[in-house]
């Protein structure tokens, strides 16, 4: 069996009441592990867009995708690597204002993970970091370690190819092009 790797899976489809339940139920069959996911409409209008981060060998990912790929409501499903996406993440920290105030090198910290003050008031500060999730981790160690953290959330991982358009794209056009030739 091949090292498990992380693999980002895609799904296309309309907004359909039920089907992230019908999605998740696939890798919890497969019982993979999903890191995170992600749901938000596409360019295409219409058409809402599922990215989900999951540990696997390539064997299984493959059959996870075309798993969903049967579903009714899924227009298309695709898996990629880190290496064939544009992808980031968000991470907000909370921390104490008075000790935050106290803190010398808080605005040194804050450029060189080029982060920054999204609020800020008498109880507590919070910064946003955009970022990889090593990176979004490493100024979440480094705020513990120094001053603690209040609170702490990172989004799922939200992801585009590198390629010119959409996959998802060409297929419409194709499936398109079959109707019209009819």
């Known amino acids: 069996m091949e090292n498990k790797i992380l693999y980002t899976v895609t799904v296309f489809s309309e907004n359909t009441v039920g089907l992230l339940g019908q999605v998740t139920s696939v890798f919890i069959r497969r019982q993979l592990n999903i890191e995170t996911l992600s749901v938000s409409p596409s360019a295409i209008e219409g058409i809402h867009k599922f990215t989900i981060t999951v540990f696997s060998d390539e064997e299984t990912i493959k059959k996870v995708v075309l798993q969903i790929d049967k579903r009714v409501d899924v ?21 104490s204002t008075p000790d935050f105030l106290k803190m010398v090198s808080a605005e040194e910290l804050i450029r060189k993970h080029n982060a920054f003050v999204l ?21 979440f160690k480094e705020l513990s370690a120094t001053i603690g953290v209040l609170q ?31």
């Open 152 to 182: 702490f959330i990172r989004s799922g991982r939200i992801a585009i190819t590198k390629s010119k358009i959409e996959r998802l794209s060409d297929m419409l056009r194709e499936l398109d092009k079959k109707h019209n030739s009819k």
């Open 75 to 95: 227009l298309k499903a695709y898996y990629n690597t880190d290496d064939e996406l544009i992808h980031q993440e968000i991470a907000l920290y909370k921390l």
């Open 119 to 139: 609020d800020i008031n008498e109880n507590s500060v919070v910064i946003q970091k955009t970022g990889h999730h090593k990176e979004t981790q490493e100024l």
